[in-house]
């Protein structure tokens, strides 16, 4: 085998133990943006090209899926549609009204970690709903939305939407410091991936303060099959914040686009 479109929810990391049984491979094509599944200096080591999404990015910015997720979850983190919808399951009926009354969107700060293709989109959309948006990126200068300092988004804003690539600059970089600045009932939304938060200082947070809404599409440890194990899904059975299980991309329409732009990858790799 030479060439490897892999699927980017296996549940190891492709590494040199890997690599070692496949000693023809010379390409890694993975339909997905993040490439945290594989171990890309374990690759290098061994003369073995890794392209991603980023790679194709006409094709990528046709994708919308995990944008579209990702509001979604913003507007749950307002509203407790998953609250909501428990209740009529469980036979009741506004008995939790208290518990359902949630915010308006309109005229509330979102504050975007990363301004890239996803965090554009929220930016674009939250604006058209009436929300001021701010963000924080420092390798975009964005002409029509405010950069400011992320120590003033989680300080500041109503909803802080995390959007940014997983790298070694970000990497746990979200930590108590930063989660000890948010505001008053705010929300934070994470669909990127589950390490860039500091796991261990987001449970501190929840479990000192009960007004800050969490809705988090991705945990730590899911390319090692870890994530079932995360202390964070106590908290999502006790209904106090909203887990979903990694699926703000998985959509018929996505992932043909998706699967798509790998064979893009693997046509113009072969005919360079």
Not at 46 to 75: K, N, Q, W
Not at 126 to 153: C, K, Q
Not at 191 to 202: K, P, Q, V, Y
Request: a negative charge.
């Amino acid at each position: 085998m030479k060439a490897w479109i892999v699927n980017p929810g296996q549940k190891y990391v492709i590494d040199k133990d890997i690599i070692k049984l496949f000693p023809n491979l010379e390409l890694i094509i993975t339909p997905s943006t993040g490439k945290n599944h594989i171990n890309e200096q374990d690759c290098k080591s061994h003369g073995i090209a890794v392209h991603g999404l980023l790679d194709v990015r006409e094709t990528l910015d046709t994708i919308t899926a995990s944008s579209e997720f990702t509001f979604l979850l913003i507007l749950n983190a307002l509203r407790r549609l998953d609250l909501a919808v428990d209740g009529v399951t469980e036979n009741r009926w506004r008995d939790n009204e208290e518990n359902l009354r949630g915010h308006e969107l309109c005229k509330k700060s979102v504050g975007i970690i990363g301004l890239g293709r996803i965090g554009s989109n929220i930016a674009k959309w939250s604006n058209a709903f009436g929300a001021n948006v701010y963000y924080f990126d420092p390798y975009v200068n964005s002409d029509r939305y405010t950069s400011l300092s992320i120590e003033y988004i989680f300080s500041q804003s109503d909803i802080i939407c995390i959007s940014c690539l997983l790298t070694d600059e970000t990497k746990g970089f979200i930590d108590k410091k930063l989660l000890s600045m948010i505001k008053h009932n705010a929300s934070i939304v994470n669909t990127s991936r589950g390490e860039i938060i500091n796991e261990d200082d987001l449970i501190d947070i929840i479990n000192e303060r009960d007004d800050i809404n969490i809705c988090l599409d991705v945990l730590s440890g899911e390319v090692t099959n870890s994530q079932l194990s995360s202390p964070l899904l106590d908290f999502h059975r006790k209904g106090r914040i909203t887990i979903t299980p990694h699926i703000a991309g998985a959509t018929y329409d996505s992932q043909i686009k998706a699967a798509k732009g790998a064979l893009e990858l693997l046509k113009h790799h072969y005919n360079k």
